[in-house]
């Protein structure tokens, strides 16, 4: 087990990732009656256009296939941002960048959809997972969580645009009403299963709360590119046996080696586990049904 762990851990640092972007994610200013909306990364741009179909204009900032823990704004994309009428964030602090829309002088609106997720009494975010974490941005892999975001830009586009209130409105019932099929279907499938699972970074609190799931990370951090240490694979290896687990989950960003020999050492497998954090040609609820079906093949 120790010769594999050394392996991994000098062989990571040395993997490089392929990283890539369309010209197609140029935003253009096609119609001058539509709203002009920038989305920060992938589920907020599906959330967008679900809600504002043809009525809005949106264009997706952190390029498809791009990692956006680590992504940061280029002068070509303040330039856009200067050009939009909305930007739609996480919030959380998922944005990192945020600050810099302050030094440009910004005057659309920015629209945390974070609002009435997680919120105290002094109004700061803050989990309310049982497990006392904080700071966790991953709110849109919990389906309910991510109805909230869809009603706030809802809210936001008929607030700018209440010619098309109603319109806004609508669309996003329709979605919510499939965001609710989505979270029925996994409370059902998932009842009766057990409980632990091994995700690759800490991304699943609020999923897991939800479903009455334990998450267990090999990266015990909320970004997913921090290299894990020879002991904490051995940790992660001990946390698996002890829990008869048979399967230990990746993502697509990540170097499967890392999960490979965790599961190499306890006689098992590796699937994915999407972050859904990067772009693809599925939707939101499509890839949530795969982590579904993935999670089923290890718990149940």
């Not at 490089?16 to 994610?25: L, Q, R």
């Not at 994309?77 to 998922?94: A, C, E, P, T, V």
């Not at 989950?249 to 999960?259: G, M």
């Amino acid at each position: 087990m120790k010769l594999a762990i050394i392996a991994i851990t000098v062989t990571i640092p040395l993997i490089s990732y392929a990283v890539f972007s369309s010209d197609s994610n140029q935003f253009k200013k096609t119609n001058e009656s539509k709203l002009q909306v920038i989305s920060s990364f992938y589920p907020l741009q599906e959330f967008s256009q679900r809600v504002g179909q043809e009525k809005v204009d949106t264009k997706l900032l952190v390029p498809i296939g791009i990692e956006p823990h680590d992504w940061e704004p280029t002068i070509k994309d303040i330039q856009q941002m200067q050009k939009s009428d909305l930007i739609i964030i996480n919030g959380i602090g998922f944005e990192s960048w945020l600050d810099k829309l302050s030094e440009i002088n910004y005057n659309g609106i920015v629209v945390d959809t974070s609002l009435g997720v997680l919120k105290n009494s002094h109004g700061s975010s803050m989990s309310l997972n049982h497990n006392g974490k904080s700071n966790d941005p991953h709110i849109w892999l919990n389906p309910v969580f991510a109805k909230t975001q869809v009603q706030n830009i809802a809210n936001a586009f008929s607030n700018s645009d209440p010619q098309n209130q109603q319109y806004y409105q609508e669309n996003a019932a329709n979605y919510i009403y499939e965001l609710d099929l989505l979270d029925s279907k996994i409370h059902t499938e998932l009842s009766g299963c057990n409980h632990n699972f091994i995700a690759f970074h800490d991304s699943f609190s609020y999923f897991a709360d939800e479903y009455d799931l334990t998450q267990h990370t090999i990266i015990s951090s909320y970004a997913p590119h921090v290299e894990p240490t020879a002991k904490t694979l051995e940790n992660v290896i001990n946390k698996a046996r002890d829990l008869d687990l048979k399967i230990i989950f990746t993502e697509e960003t990540a170097d499967p080696k890392t999960s490979e020999v965790i599961a190499n050492e306890i006689g098992g497998k590796i699937l994915v586990l999407s972050p859904i954090e990067i772009g693809n040609n599925e939707t939101y609820i499509s890839k949530m049904t795969e982590n579904l079906n993935n999670l089923k093949e290890a718990l149940c």
